[in-house]
Structure formats: structure tokens, C-alpha cells
């Protein structure tokens, strides 16, 4: 039995990273000598096992045959003659194809095998498919789309681009399931530069596929006061990055990559104006997130902001009314922390624009300022104060925030 550590791991080791957990490939054992070891059995579709004391995942050297459409599409096979070449030949990409020896202390040893000359692309920072079995699971142009929002200076080698196109003009993209579309693109958004990820999609022709609400925004106008040389797509991506560049959660950039869906339906003789778009967006929005499943912390506040980030972006003309107003529509005095999060992706719209990305926010302060007043007004005394006519308590609480809001203005 030998024990290799292989994929990611070795990759970010070998560029400088930190790696965050290690993938292990056992050869030579079979499934009752691991459990005779202490291992726990957990895998559904081939066999993996938890280390008895790091509780680490260790999968048996396996190959794999496709047998239909889709991400689940496959019959595995493994044995004790499956050698670690063949194990590593299923890979996806050659910089994810090399492995080093683990020793029984857990600690690597040896030089990095690498029979598929990762080394090199690693070095010239290239992604290229390992063989041809590639084009077997569409799931892997999410994680290249992946790779390239986290690794900038990486390129596509065109070969393994061809690939890919060839994989969506096959239908094979259509076949993935939503929780897996979800979750590849949930983590290209958590990535340094998330738009990366959209520009491989739209490169290879999958992002019509997965996400056409979004691929639609490239080539629709942006206003003419704004920078009519970048359409609404660019934009959007200037948005998300802005976004990541400043650390913000998984919801915030969900919401910057979907705020603007209703630029894409505006009729042609209203262009380059987009009257009405917020709620287009959130027309859109709806059948969107129903498709892929996304979460609701997700979906919410991008229904939010998509609605309301115009209105956001015109406080500073609001006076305490209408500012109380937005505030209840948000349901700021109830959920701050999302509103929180709101203004942060109002914050990246105003400032993903060229040449503003240090343009003032005023609209934030101001929003704070007034959330924080009306927020002062104790709910419960003004409706005592009403106890006999609770048919006035809701006017009254309202009237007692704007007064609130007012003195703070």
C-alpha cells in the first residue's frame, strides 16, 4: 500500500500558496485492508475512507468510464493494480495531475511525480486539460471558469479552450444539475477576481447556458452620463470585482452580479435610459434563483438591492419621509445587518464605473445616520399610547420616525 497526496495541494505548494487541506490516493489496498486499518468507509459512488485520527479523506486509485450525459454519468473502477499514472490521468488539468509519496507520519516525501508535465504549465501559467477524457464532465469548464477568477495570470491553452466549446455545442453543459452549477459558481464569486470567471464562460459559450439573464447585459448601453464606451455587461463585472476587491460576502456579490438583469429587456427606443429596469431585474431575478436553487440569504438581498439601488443611489435628495419610507420597504429597522449589506453593494454600482472607484458614497452615511434614528423610536410606548385606537399605531410609530429622522437631517 502507498499513500500519495495529489491535485490542488501540491499545486499551491509548489506556487507558494498555503494550502488549506490535502487530497490523498491510496494504490495497492483494497477496501477491507483500510477498514482492517481503522478507516471509515463514507464514499457513495467509489470507495474513500476517513483517516482514523486526521479524519481526512483518502480515495482508492480509481479510473473511470462515461456512460452518460451529465456530472453523474460515469461507472468507476477500482483495484489494487490501478496505478497512480492511471489515477491521475482522470484529472482534470496537468497542473491538478501530480502527486507526491506520503510517509507514515503524514509528512511528503520524495520528488513531485508529474507525468503529465504539470510542472511546466505551472510555470508557464497555463491551464491544459490532461487527455481527451476531459470532455467526459462538464462540471470541469465551471472549475476552469473557477481557476481562472483565482488564479489572474493563468491563460487557457487553446487546445483545452476547443475543448470546452466543443462540450457546449455537444449539449453536455445542459445536463448539469443546478445544485453543482450553484455551488461552482457560488465559489467563483468568492474568488479574487470573480470576473474572470464569467469572461471564460462567455469565451467557451457556457454562460447562455447556465446564466443567461447575465450573459444578455453584454452590449446593452449603459446612460450616457455615465460611460457609454462600457456596455452594461463590462459594468456588471467592474461591480463584482469592486466587490471582492473589498472582501464582501457571498450575498453582496451575488447582488452586484444581478442587479442591473433588467437592462437586458429595455426596449431599443428608451436606450441608452433604462426606465423601469429595477423591476425587470427582479422579474428576472425570481425564475433565476428558483433554477439554480440559490439560497435565500442569497436570493433576498439580491431582490433587494435590484429593486431599491436606484432609489439608494437618490437619497441624497430624499428628506425624512421618503427616507423612512425606503428604510420600511428594506425592512432596515428589523434586519440592519442586510441593509448593511445592501448599501455595501450600492457602494460597489456607484464605484464599478471607470474612473470612480474612490468617487464619495454620501448615500451610505446618510442612510446610516437615518436607520440609527428611526431605529431610536420605541416602537412599543407609541403604541400604548394608542392602546384604545390600535388602528392608528401603525401611522403613529411611522410619523414618530420621520420626526426622528427629521431632527438628525
Not at 46 to 55: C, E, S
Not at 140 to 166: G, P, S, V
Not at 306 to 311: C, S
Not at 317 to 329: K, Q
Request: hydrophobic share 45%; net charge negative.
Amino acid at each position: 500500500m502507498n499513500i500519495y497526496a495529489v491535485g490542488g495541494a501540491i499545486r499551491d505548494e509548489m506556487l507558494g500558496l498555503p494550502v488549506q487541506d490535502r487530497d490523498y490516493v491510496v494504490v495497492g489496498a483494497t477496501p477491507e485492508q483500510m477498514t482492517a486499518q481503522g478507516f471509515k468507509p463514507v464514499g457513495k459512488d467509489f470507495p474513500v475512507f476517513l483517516h482514523p485520527q486526521t479524519h481526512e479523506e483518502y480515495a482508492l486509485a480509481r479510473t473511470e468510464r462515461k456512460t452518460s450525459a451529465g456530472y453523474h454519468g460515469f461507472q468507476f473502477f477500482y483495484a489494487p493494480d490501478v496505478t497512480l499514472e492511471e489515477d491521475l490521468a482522470r484529472r482534470d488539468l496537468t497542473v491538478n495531475a501530480m502527486a507526491r509519496e506520503v510517509r507514515p507520519d503524514g509528512e511528503l516525501t520524495g520528488p513531485v511525480i508529474d507525468p503529465f508535465n504539470g510542472r511546466a504549465d505551472l510555470e508557464a501559467r497555463v491551464f491544459r486539460h490532461v487527455g481527451e477524457a476531459f470532455v467526459e464532465d462538464p462540471v470541469r469548464i465551471l472549475r476552469i471558469a473557477r481557476f481562472a477568477a483565482r488564479f489572474e495570470d493563468f491563460t487557457i491553452a487553446e487546445e483545452t479552450l476547443a475543448l470546452m466549446k466543443r462540450m457546449v455545442a455537444d449539449g453536455e453543459v445542459d445536463a448539469l444539475v443546478p445544485e453543482r452549477v450553484w455551488q461552482e459558481v457560488s465559489r467563483g464569486l468568492m474568488e479574487k477576481t470573480p470576473s474572470r470567471m464569467f469572461d471564460v464562460l462567455r469565451e467557451c459559450g457556457a454562460l447562455v447556458r447556465i446564466l443567461p439573464e447575465v450573459n444578455s447585459l453584454w452590449g446593452v448601453p449603459q446612460r450616457a452620463d455615465y460611460h457609454p464606451e462600457v456596455d452594461t455587461g463590462v459594468h456588471v463585472m467592474m461591480v463584482l470585482d469592486y466587490a471582492a476587491a473589498h472582501g464582501f460576502t457571498l450575498p453582496v456579490r451575488f447582488a452586484a452580479l444581478t442587479h442591473d438583469l433588467g437592462k437586458a429587456t429595455t426596449p431599443e427606443d428608451v436606450l441608452p435610459r433604462h426606465i423601469g429596469h429595477e423591476g425587470r431585474s427582479v422579474d428576472l431575478l425570481k425564475p433565476l434563483c428558483e433554477r439554480l436553487r440559490v439560497p435565500n440569504e442569497c436570493r433576498d438581498l439580491a431582490t433587494l438591492v435590484a429593486r431599491e439601488h436606484g432609489n439608494i443611489h437618490r437619497v441624497m435628495e430624499f428628506g425624512a419621509a421618503a427616507l423612512v419610507r425606503l428604510l420600511e420597504r428594506c425592512d432596515a429597522l428589523r434586519k440592519p445587518a442586510r441593509f448593511a449589506e445592501a448599501l455595501q453593494a450600492c457602494v460597489s454600482d456607484a464605484r464599478g464605473r471607470l474612473g470612480m472607484s474612490q468617487q464619495p458614497y454620501p448615500q451610505a452615511e446618510r442612510l446610516r445616520e437615518a436607520l440609527v434614528a428611526a431605529r431610536s423610536v420605541d416602537a412599543g410606548a407609541v403604541a400604548l399610547q394608542y392602546a384604545n385606537e390600535p388602528e392608528k399605531i401603525k401611522g403613529a410609530v411611522h410619523a414618530a420616525r420621520v420626526a426622528a429622522v427629521e431632527a438628525v437631517l
